[in-house]
């Protein structure tokens, strides 16, 4: 099982990116997937999660109304779509995939793929 994340890169704030995670080896379609980040000296946060059945939750008090994830299961991919981005979104975004509910546990993750928001 490989999970490839990408997108990542340097913005200012206010600007935009679109983070990509490409699954391979598993049976996308019946897995839920998550974006996770881990700011420098932080601890890994919760962002966003949508299930194979397409119900979304996201961490309403870091990226409520800014963050959109969606999936295409033709691809094998899931998204982050992120908006006006602020300093404090800084940090290292993972996907991962699991079978459970949000609380987990999450059976594979992604390598990273680094946002830096500069102000």
């Known amino acids: 099982v490989q999970l490839q994340a990408s997108g990542g890169g340097l913005v200012q704030a206010g600007g935009s990116l679109r983070l990509s995670c490409a699954a391979s080896?598993?049976?996308?379609?019946?897995?839920?997937m998550g974006w996770f980040r881990q700011a420098p000296g932080k601890e890994r946060e919760f962002v966003a999660a949508?299930?194979?059945?397409?119900?979304?939750?996201y961490n309403e008090d870091s990226v409520k109304g800014r963050f959109t994830i969606s999936r295409d299961n033709a691809k094998n991919t899931v998204y982050l779509q992120m908006n006006s981005l602020k300093p404090g979104d800084t940090a290292v975004y993972y996907c991962?995939?699991?079978?459970?509910?949000?609380?987990?546990?999450?059976?594979?993750w992604g390598q990273g793929t680094l946002v830096t928001v500069s102000s």
């Open positions: 080896g598993l049976a996308f379609v019946v897995y839920g």
């Open positions: 991962a995939a699991g079978t459970g509910s949000i609380a987990g546990p999450w059976d594979y």
């Open positions: 949508i299930t194979m059945t397409g119900d979304i939750t």
